[in-house]
């Protein structure tokens, strides 16, 4: 058995037929297409043929839906942890995207001045160091793989922080696809990156994925 490995799933697709940034609000749920990916992530997990130990979740409701095959298949309770949520934002329940089209929207503007901080929500340093003292907290005398299932923006920073890059980035450039598994081992006092895949890949075309922070 080698080091127990950390799986950080990012949720299936959102019903979100109006297009809003919704980040921490609720009552967004996965959509028909969103939970088959979620079970498609889940299926991919238990091919790996490897003991899953524990399943911890963000709060939302899409990535408690999107943990729910996962712990069904492994016969496992959800766990809920904060330190997983999608990072908090000033411009949550409008309608904008994490593209280049947030600039034809001027009541953004006052909240675009630096985006390597970035200005319009929570720090990218408040939410990596979240993310990585529960990484650390799991991994403490772990004896299988742990899942944690969150959002792509706290996810994608485990990834930087593990590849030992700068927390600021370009939002349109994550690799991290809806119902995609970012796994990390840890060595020593840090943690390196040794897998990722998209099981709900032929899905992803389909999809509508907005409302990421």
């Not at 600039?103 to 929500?121: D, E, M, V």
């Not at 403490?140 to 994608?156: F, K």
């Amino acid at each position: 058995m080698t080091e127990p490995l950390i799986h950080l799933v990012r949720h299936g697709e959102v019903a979100n037929p109006t297009g809003v940034l919704y980040g921490r609000l609720p009552g967004f749920h996965l959509s028909e297409r969103g939970s088959q990916m979620a079970e498609l992530a889940a299926q991919a997990l238990e091919h790996q043929e490897r003991p899953i130990q524990r399943i911890i979740s963000s709060p939302l409701e899409r990535a408690v839906e999107s943990a729910t095959p996962v712990a069904e298949r492994f016969e496992l309770d959800i766990e809920l942890d904060e330190r997983l949520l999608e990072a908090t934002s000033r411009l949550e329940g409008g309608q904008y995207r994490m593209d280049l089209s947030i600039l034809t929207k001027p009541r953004a503007w006052p909240y675009l001045i630096n985006p390597f901080q970035p200005s319009w929500g929570e720090p990218f340093t408040q939410v990596s160091a979240r993310v990585e003292s529960l990484l650390r907290e799991v991994s403490d005398g772990a004896e299988g793989d742990i899942v944690l299932v969150s959002h792509q923006l706290p996810i994608w920073l485990a990834h930087r922080r593990a590849a030992g890059k700068s927390l600021a980035h370009d939002p349109r450039k994550r690799r991290c696809a809806l119902s995609s598994i970012t796994t990390l081992q840890r060595s020593g006092d840090r943690f390196v990156e040794v897998g990722y895949e998209s099981p709900a890949a032929r899905l992803t075309g389909q999809a509508v994925d907005t409302g990421a922070v």
